[in-house]
């Protein structure tokens, strides 16, 4: 059984989805499943769930919160009354939020070690099945996806540095490539592809990242891309390679080397 916030907001149990209803009652779900297996005020769930609670929106609640009870009978998950709110009685790991988050802080311990760092924050990002929340409306929930979305882009940028510095740039290029798109203000991941396509030897497609990313910028917000992008693309352009991309360069060449001497 898992409760999915990754994506669609989802209850599974063996594969098969669990009747939810409409989204304002998965609204409710995600409210709960947030702070999975601890109390939410009253209160505080009426905020998330509406902007403008409308009138009775206690009576609202109660009603979403029976119907999921119903839903969700013979799960390993149930709704509890509790001190003044609600409590969505789970384990935490059985939902993807909170399963992404220990694995994200369980890979900033292992720092220094590319290999677990990198196995690791696979795993936490095998979770992701899309925008989080997908089809939640509200400002909260707005705010949760932007968070949930910036933790997303942190993990996955530090994954594709551990991966540069073991020399594997093919692997930082091949799962960037299609998501600096979507992030396209995400300097962070935009640097880690600029970075693994000039290990490659593609230093051209680096520059042309550089200024797609650029002209986004001064077309949407009128800025200019951060001090430490800017220097990156001075460096390729000058024809020099930062360190992380040296390493990765050094490190590619003894697998190819190893490759030719073992094959």
Known sequence: MEVRLLGPVEVTV???RVPLGPPQRRAVLAALAVDADRPVPLGTLIER???LPPDRA???LYAHIARLRQALAGTAVSIERHCGGYVLEVDPERVDAHRFRRLAKQAQARAGDDLAQAALLAEAMELWRGSPLTGIPGDWAARMRY???QQFVGALATWAQAHLRMGRPDMVVGE????VPRHPLAEPLASMLMRGLCALGRTAEAVALYARL???LADHLGIEPGPELRALHQSILCGEHDPLTRAAR???TRELLFAQVTG
Do not use: H, I, K, Q
């Open 250 to 252: 050094r490190a590619g």
């Open 14 to 16: 063996d594969d098969r």
């Open 58 to 60: 206690a009576d609202s």
């Open 176 to 179: 960037l490539t299609p998501l």
């Open 214 to 216: 650029r002209g986004y």
């Open 49 to 51: 769930v509406w902007d």
């Open 147 to 149: 968070s949930m979305e």
